[in-house]
Nanobody, 122 residues
Framework: QVQLVESGGGLVQPGGSLRLSCAAS????????MGWYRQAPGKQRELVGT???????DYADSAKGRFTITRDNAKNTVSLQMNSLKPEDTAVYYC????????????????WGQGSQVTVPS
């Protein structure tokens, strides 16, 4: 079984910074893309950014220049550093990973973290 466990999150004032982390564990053979999504109240879940296994990151326009995704492939972790936070960044943030597991055969699936609340008051 595979688990993604997030840490970080909380309340931060506008202009402040916050760091989210996500650790994957379990019967992992390899991890392809890892990334972050967010869901604000009353809105659909949206992409924040993703990172390839080689460390190349792509970001949504809303995150460019303010957010940075880093991966540690040796530890199966991905982090999201958020700077210059705005009230519109308030959302539940989810990490997502495309993971290959090896049982009787190889299987690739998307796994999600439990979600981390980030609140930036106006």
């Amino acid at each position: 079984q595979v688990q993604l466990v997030e840490s970080g999150g909380g309340l931060v004032q506008p202009g402040g910074s916050l760091r989210l982390s996500c650790a994957a564990s379990g019967s992992i053979f390899s991890i392809n893309a890892m990334g972050w999504y967010r869901q604000a109240p009353g809105k659909q879940r949206e992409l924040v950014g993703t990172s390839t296994s080689g460390g190349r990151a792509d970001y949504a326009d809303s995150a460019k220049g303010r957010f940075t995704i880093t991966r540690d492939n040796a530890k199966n972790t991905v982090s999201l550093q958020m700077n210059s936070l705005k009230p519109e960044d308030t959302a539940v943030y989810y990490c997502k990973a495309k993971i290959v597991t090896r049982g009787r055969g190889y299987r690739i699936e998307n796994y999600w973290g439990q979600g981390s609340q980030v609140t930036v008051p106006s």
